[in-house]
């Protein structure tokens, strides 16, 4: 079954510098990756998804890259800020298995001041 | 803004006794969702909903597991005989469907078993 492993586990920056966070995958037949983003006491909050079809997608300070071929995809912050500080999950799913998703152990971004 | 609702945020309950986790999800979303997530480790699926029957399940999600959806709005998780391990955070998620992957979660029900 597909597996989906996460890194790294914390992750601090400065404000205003840039977050990364990387997801390899196992199965090459998930298509659909989004990324959740979890305050404390909160659900999982999705932030931004991809499809396999697509090699990059935006969204204001967000962007998500995926690579099929090495089968790994990654989030990426830029200009962060206080609000960003929250545990991120990376997950994988395919449409034949109703969008089940398998997730990332998560990464927990700290913004320092 | 539309949100998926659970209830009741925290459970505590004796091993063996039955609970049921409730969900509200989305109002015009047509596939519901379960998954688990024991502190420290990963979210794990459990199960998925649609048209009123299980589609997919895990490994998790054995005979002592059910799901109904009773009326228009509910979505319910029960666990017959709780046991310690099946303490951890339940989230439910639903999703519009149609080729659409987005799955929007609720809250969270904190489920304690003694």
């Known amino acids: 079954g597909e597996n989906v492993e996460q890194h790294p586990s914390t992750l601090s920056v400065q404000e205003g510098d840039s977050a990364v966070i990387k997801c390899t995958y196992s199965?090459?037949?998930?298509?659909?990756f989004p990324w959740y983003k979890q305050e404390l006491g909160k659900g999982p909050q999705l932030i931004i998804d991809i499809r396999s079809n697509v090699g990059e997608k935006k969204d204001q300070r967000i962007a998500v890259t995926l690579n099929k071929t090495a089968k790994h995809f990654s989030l990426h912050i830029t200009e962060t800020q206080p609000e960003d500080s929250a545990v991120y999950f990376c997950a994988a799913s395919r449409v034949d298995s109703n969008y089940q998703l398998i997730w990332g152990a998560g990464t927990k971004l700290i913004i320092k001041p | 803004e539309p949100e998926v609702t659970q209830t009741p945020s925290h459970q505590v309950t004796q091993m063996g006794q039955e609970v049921i986790l409730r969900c509200v999800p989305i109002s015009n979303h047509l596939y519901f969702y379960w998954y688990r997530q024991i502190l420290g480790q990963k979210v794990e699926f459990l199960v998925s909903?649609?048209?009123?029957?299980?589609?997919?399940k895990s490994e998790i999600f054995d005979d002592q597991f059910s799901v109904e959806r009773p009326d228009g709005s509910n979505f319910t998780l029960k666990i017959r005989s709780t046991k310690l391990e099946d303490s951890a955070m339940y989230f439910c998620?639903?999703?519009?469907?149609?080729?659409?992957?987005?799955?929007?979660f609720g809250p969270g029900t904190r489920l304690t078993v003694l």
């Open positions: 998620a639903s999703s519009v469907g149609g080729g659409r992957g987005e799955q929007f």
């Open positions: 909903f649609y048209n009123n029957e299980i589609s997919e």
């Open positions: 199965d090459s037949a998930s298509n659909y």
